[in-house]
Each structure stands twice: as C-alpha cells, then as structure tokens.
C-alpha cells in the first residue's frame, strides 16, 4: 500500500488540517470563512493541540492517546453540542476514526463500503478499523447526506489548515483516478472496535480509552505561512499551563473555600461536595490528583466546598459508541417506560441479535459521586467484571454494584466498559 495522501474538497468553509498525517475537520456553519477567533478556529486550534500531544506521547501512533484526551476535553466543555469534528489518525497496521457531532465518515475498500455518523452516538464515535480501505477514508460535515467517496481530485495538503467541503485520505495508488464505483458487497462492516488493553473473553471485544489525567500541552503546533488561508491571520497557539487545551477555555465553576451556597443552573445539575484544586476545579475528596488539570491535590486546605457535579466518565458500548455519564440512564431493549426512566433517567436503546436483552436490562445511578449499576431483575442477569480479573460475576437483581474504572457490563450480548478520570485514586 502506497503512502495515504489527503485531499481536501473546495468550494466550503470548513476548516480542514493535516498535522504530521493526521487529518482534522472541523464543521464551521457559515458562509464566510472562519477566522482564528471563531469558534470553529478556536476548535480547530484546540484539536490540533491534542493531536500533537498525543503524538508526543505514543509512537507509533494508534489514535488511542488522542481519544483519551479528545473525550476528556469535550467532558469539561459548557456545551459540547455546539462542536463538531472528525479525525483520521492513520497507524502501521491501519486507521483510527474519531467523530463528534455532525461529522459522517465513509470508508471505501475494493469490496464493500461503510458509512459512520458522528450523530449517531451517544457522545462520540470511536472506531479502528485494521487494515486500513483499500481506497480511501473521507470526513465530510453533514449538509449533503454524502455516502461514498467522490473521483480522485489533485487538492492535495501535505500540511497546514484551509478551508473546503470535506477532506478524503486516499490509500490507493496515486497515478489514476478512480474508476466509478462498482456495486458494493453487503458483506460485515471493514471497521471494527477499538482493541481493549485487557485480553477480553465472553461476547465481543469492548471498545476501552483510557482517559486517565491530562497533561500540559506544549507549544509544538506549526503552521507553514503558504497553508494558511489567505482572508486571515493563524498566530501560533499560546499555551496556558492552567488549562488543557491551547487558547480554549474550559468552564470551570469558580468557588470560594469551604461549603458556599450554589445557585442551580437552567440546565438543572446536582450538588455535590468535593475538594478544588488550586484552580479551582471541583474533585471527588478521594482522587490525588485532578480530574481537570491533573495537578497534586495536596495543594488545596481539604475544606469541602458544594459545587454543581461533573460527568462522572462515559460507558463505552462494544461498537465504539461511548455514553457521557452527566444524568442517570436505564440500558435495555424499550427502556423508555421504566420506573427509573419516570424518575428522570435517561433511556437508551441498545440493538441486540442474542435475543438475551430484557427491555429494562440495568439502571446506571450516579450517587454522589460514586457510578452504580442497578440489574432490573432482568431475565438472563448483568454480568460484571472487574478490572484485571477474568471471572463474571453476575450481579444481585435491584441491589446496586459500585463500578470503578475500567470494569466491564454484560448485558444481552453487548459489552460496555466504565472509564473515569474521577476514579484515578
């Protein structure tokens, strides 16, 4: 397979990157091109930023590193919503795919095709795909219901950021375009999940990142002058040390020491208390460092202070679609008319061929700031599995199982895995 070369689609005002072979893109809804400053900028700024992390911190790279630190990035955003990216990190043995928001990947092999919407997950679409297409791998921003990749073009990036309509990572061989599509098989799906650390047994391979502690990020972004869209100016990144991405600010409650009265935001929240950092990031009282920065908690006067509570982690379903802990959910087949679900817990339908789901299978309750999952006397049971252990243990019918980070659920024939960067003690 000949090296991937990136092209990038005109005539759109998307922002689009490559990074040392990473490519980035970046949805920016309007129809002037977007500055540094605009959001879209600032998100890209961002991206970019992780991305060289990362590749500082893994070689060869896998995408993993990325991902940990992308999810731990859109955790602590005010609206994550309002983001919408995709990146292809391309590995010796394949490719990793990362979306979030309304971003559609297509990916091409001689033999079949498959399309992933970044909509279509719970929080984010993380996805390997080993090896890589035969043709290619495209991002493209949902305005057009694109499904298949288009001819070979000559807009090639070898780095820096422009605008356009999408971006195609091609794998195939650069002296000739590609011919029409031919009718694809309907055969299995080329992308698969991302591989656990652990060795897993039982149904399936979990999807597992490890999101553990940020790091700072250093100032290594490079942007040759030429790349640049010309209607603008793309200053270096500064890099702050007290947050985790450069020129981004992360909201973060802003408190006073000891226990103060907290005004409920509109979006509802629940009241928690814990330690904060010296940057006054509110933690769990039990983590060393924090869940944010990553700085030594030994820094603060250990006087608990009442803050609105931060999402817990996120549960990883088998097929890479990951579930961001802010709220109660209730798992199953039809969960949406549960007792739970009345309460105010989220429903969330998952699709199962084992015929083993029940149609309120297991109640994931945040307590403080502890996750429990709650089996709802299911007819074949929850299984649990504890992390570094090889035994299922099947868990009591309505008596809640505390889950730390890294554990793994069976319900039905799907596997999810709890990670929590609140968990890290």
């Keep these: 397979m000949t090296d991937p070369q990136l092209e990038v689609l005109p005539a759109g005002t998307h922002l689009i990157a490559n990074a040392d072979g990473v490519v980035v893109v970046v949805a920016h809804r309007a129809d002037i091109t977007a500055s540094a400053e605009s959001p879209a900028g600032r998100t890209m700024t961002a991206l970019l ?16 590193i990325f991902a940990r630190l992308a999810t731990t990035w859109l955790m602590n955003l005010d609206n994550e919503d309002q983001v919408e ?3 292809i ?28 919407h970044g909509k279509d997950a719970g929080f984010t679409v993380d996805r390997v795909v080993i090896p890589a297409p035969d043709i290619g791998v495209g ?37 000739a375009d590609r011919a029409p599509a031919a009718p694809k098989a309907s055969g299995a799906p080329i992308s698969q999940p991302a591989e656990s650390d652990e060795a897993g047994d039982g149904v399936g391979a979990p999807s597992v990142v490890r999101m553990g502690r940020p790091v700072g990020l250093r100032k290594v972004v490079e ?14 990144p500064e890099f702050d040390t007290d947050t985790l991405v450069p020129n981004v600010p992360i909201p973060v409650p802003v408190r006073t020491r000891g226990v103060v009265p907290v005004v409920m935001p509109d979006g509802g929240g629940v009241v928690v208390r814990g330690f904060l950092c010296s940057r006054q990031h509110l933690n769990d009282p039990r983590v060393s460092f924090c869940a944010v920065c990553g700085i030594r908690m030994d820094q603060l006067t250990c006087v608990l ?14 097929d890479g679609t990951s579930f961001v802990l802010d709220n109660d959910i ?8 549960a007792a739970a679900v009345r309460r105010g817990a989220r429903p969330i339908r998952l699709p199962d061929q084992s015929g083993g789901m029940s149609r309120a299978h297991v109640e994931i309750r945040l307590v403080e700031w502890e996750v429990t999952a709650i089996d709802q006397g299911s007819a074949n049971g929850t299984y649990i599995r504890m992390p570094g252990r090889p035994e299922w243990i099947r868990a009591m019918p309505n008596h809640p199982t505390t889950l730390v980070a890294g554990c793994q659920i069976l319900l039905g024939g799907r596997i999810l895995t709890f990670d929590s960067q609140h968990s890290q003690f």
């Design 49 to 64: 930023g992780l991305v060289r992390n990362a590749g500082a911190e893994e070689t060869p790279r896998t995408g993993r």
């Design 85 to 87: 990216f995709g990146v």
């Design 89 to 116: 990190t391309p590995s010796a043995d394949g490719v990793a795919l990362f979306l979030h928001g309304g971003v559609t990947a297509v990916l091409e092999s001689s033999d079949r095709s498959e399309v992933l």
């Design 139 to 175: 991002l493209f921003v949902d305005e057009d219901g694109t499904s298949e990749l288009p001819g070979r073009g000559i807009a090639g990036l070898d780095a820096g950021i422009v605008p356009g309509a999408g971006a195609v990572l091609w794998f195939g061989s650069p002296a």
């Design 223 to 236: 942007v040759s002058e030429d790349a640049r869209p010309s209607s603008q100016s793309w200053p270096d």
């Design 305 to 318: 202070t009442e803050g609105i509570r931060p999402p817990l982690g996120l549960l990883m379903l088998d």
């Design 330 to 337: 209730v798992l199953g087949r039809e969960p949406e008319h």
